[in-house]
């Protein structure tokens, strides 16, 4: 069974920073294509931080760009967003995802996704 598991959210301050992670089991990580959503309170889910073709061209989201990293751990199976300076605007449950084939930056495409980790940006 393909499973992917997050960890990491929680609350932290305006202009600090967190670390999501996200633990596969079930499939060998280092072959998909991997990416983050987050959904808002009252608002669509959207595309974060993705790999949307097979040659790696990772999308940003304009609002996250220069401050969100993804990365990529093979050998514990493992992917992580790093966001810093973060803003109350990030406030939403991330979800982390996976596909083998298709793009990772369309949630209709996904073969896999998480359960998703509230992330709360709030003073």
């Known amino acids: 069974q393909l499973k992917l598991v997050e960890s990491g959210g929680g609350l932290v301050q305006p202009g600090g920073s967190l670390r999501l992670s996200c633990a596969a089991s079930?499939?060998?990580?280092?072959?998909?294509?991997i990416g983050w959503f987050r959904q808002a309170p009252g608002k669509e889910r959207e595309a974060v931080v993705c790999i949307s073709s097979s040659d790696g061209t990772t999308y940003h989201a304009d609002s996250v760009k220069g401050r969100f990293t993804m990365s990529k751990d093979n050998a514990k199976n493992t992917m992580y967003l790093q966001m810093n300076s973060l803003k109350p605007e990030d406030t939403a449950v991330y979800y982390c995802v996976a596909d083998r084939f298709r793009s990772a930056c369309v949630w209709e495409n996904l073969q896999v996704w998480g359960q998703g980790t509230l992330v709360t940006v709030s003073s």
């Open positions: 079930g499939f060998n990580l280092a072959q998909y294509k």
